[in-house]
């Protein structure tokens, strides 16, 4: 919070014109968050910012015009547009009592993109109509910009011709349809009108609650809007999972087979290797007493009350990297730690008396009769993949079942993971990836693992992985692999074969 404040004063004074931060709630809707949580806490966290930068000495109005938000769109099409237009509400609600004179200080402005979770690996040109569907929300909301995602990103990067589509979406909308020469074109509808009040309404409830806790902060310490999130989460995917909640191509309408998608393949290693090298030439070429004398100084400002941003400033015109100028951060604060906490009952709790899950339980009995404990799994989120949904789900999904598991934290190199697997003494590693990473990630957690004599600790992984990959992750020793869209019971039938678990077919006993 002191670095918040630090950037609006550094800004608001040196860079009047510049959007000093944009508040976001994307991240949370993408985590699981239903459209009022996803509302209560992005606009609660706008608050606890500006409360933070008046306490330092701000004026309000110096600096709360130039703030921004970022919110997610998902398929969910007249509850997204009403979203919008109650954050509106609710944000001119709060500058409003927060001090705020200037109506510019009140004002709402916000980027939007498209969601990343309601994309498909199967069936995936459906994901076109899915980003033109959220798109058109967006707009009809009231965006200032957007973000729309392109089809082949539950499977890969975008290719430079899914990211043309991507980018068209917006043309046509912009240049053919002429929504957008309508401020507000779906105001006056009653509809829209009573889901907007009703969303105010629900979202202020979650903020005096914040509020009365002592402010978003003290909230994201004691862990429940976290908690709330996941649970939100957990239950969708067992909807989901059950066919529910109908998801296009997915768990109704599916194709026999699923036709090969051209994707964009990265080499890891050399994207790496040229990072490195560059990093390496602009610390050949700098003035190495000078990015130090820097970097001391930021320590040192750190130690004391300097503006933060100035201090980073001066470091990167001495040409100090990113991770310098964090890790000197971190020699005087330290570094936040994350440890996940699965939530608990809420996936099982969507399943009481359906028969396949009981004989899933039946099986977790069995195995851990023969373990002489319970079967134990480390869900495991490795490199600078700060997206948890499918870790998070696994875990509680799996820990249902009557699975010990270790939830491990983020941004975990592949040795530390490993590490812990040989710590906790864990039977299975469930490795989640998203951003790429797959290919160099996973195979050395397994390396790791094998040096330390214990390559009988099966690895799996799930995630964005393309299907052109799977080949090289099974040579590497990967016991199975789990795609965007997995049923969680089909998965839990798999892992407890890999166990020894010789799970019956549906119908019988087991």
């Not at 105010?200 to 976290?226: Q, S, T």
Request: glycine share 10%.
């Amino acid at each position: 919070m002191r670095i918040i404040s630090d950037i609006f004063a550094y800004t608001s004074a040196e860079m009047p014109k510049f959007n000093s931060i944009s508040i976001s709630g994307y991240h949370m809707q993408e985590a699981g968050a239903t459209q009022v949580q996803e509302l209560a806490f992005t606009i609660a966290d706008g608050m606890e910012y500006v409360k933070y930068g008046v306490a330092s000495g701000l004026d309000i109005d110096k600096f709360a015009g130039r703030l921004s938000f970022f919110f997610a769109i998902g398929m969910n099409f007249f509850m997204e547009i009403a979203k919008l237009r109650a954050a509106r509400v609710l944000w001119h609600r709060v500058m409003t009592q927060l001090g705020a004179k200037d109506e510019r200080s009140k004002m709402l402005r916000t980027h939007c993109q498209t969601s990343g979770v309601s994309l498909t690996e199967q069936d995936p040109y459906n994901n076109v109509m899915r980003t033109t569907i959220e798109a058109m929300a967006a707009m009809l909301g009231g965006t200032q910009s957007l973000h729309t995602n392109a089809l082949d990103e539950a499977i890969a990067l975008p290719t430079d011709f899914s990211a043309r589509i991507a980018r068209n979406t917006q043309l046509v909308i912009q240049e053919e349809t002429g929504m957008t020469n309508v401020v507000d074109p779906l105001g006056g509808s009653y509809y829209v009108e009573a889901l907007t009040k009703r969303l105010v309404d629900d979202a202020w409830a979650i903020i005096e609650r914040v509020e009365r806790e002592g402010g978003m902060a003290k909230a994201v310490a004691a862990g429940w809007p976290k908690a709330m999130i996941e649970e939100a989460s957990a239950a969708r995917a067992a909807r989901v999972d059950r066919g529910e909640d109908v998801i296009v191509g997915v768990n109704k309408y599916r194709k026999d087979n699923e036709d090969p998608v051209e994707i964009l393949a990265i080499d890891n290693h050399a994207v790496r290797e040229a990072q490195v090298r560059r990093i390496r030439q602009v610390k050949a070429a700098r003035d190495e007493a000078a990015a130090r004398a820097a970097l001391d100084a930021l320590r040192e400002g750190a130690r004391g009350d300097a503006n933060l941003l100035a201090l980073a400033v001066d470091c990167a015109r001495a040409r100090a990297t990113l991770g310098e100028i964090s890790s000197a951060m971190e020699d005087v604060f330290g570094r936040y730690g994350t440890q996940p906490t699965p939530v608990k009952g809420v996936y099982g709790g969507a399943y009481v008396d359906d028969a396949r899950w009981a004989r899933l339980e039946d099986g977790v009995a069995a195995t851990e009769r023969r373990l002489g404990r319970k079967p134990r799994m480390l869900v495991a989120k490795m490199g600078q993949d700060g997206h948890d949904r499918g870790a998070n789900l696994v875990s509680s999904m799996f820990g249902d079942l009557g699975f010990e598991i270790v939830p491990g934290p983020l941004f975990q190199t592949p040795e530390e993971a490993a590490v812990l697997a040989l710590a906790k003494d864990v039977d299975i590693v469930g490795a989640s990836s998203l951003a790429a990473g797959h290919k160099t990630l996973i195979p050395e957690l397994i390396g790791h693992l094998r040096d330390a004599g214990r390559a009988d600790i099966k690895v799996i992984a799930g995630g964005v992985i393309p299907a052109q990959d799977y080949q090289a992750l099974f040579d590497a020793g990967v016991q199975a692999i789990f795609g965007p869209g997995t049923n969680l019971i089909t998965a839990a039938e798999e892992v407890l074969r890999l166990l020894g678990h010789n799970m019956p077919p549906q119908g019988e006993a087991a």
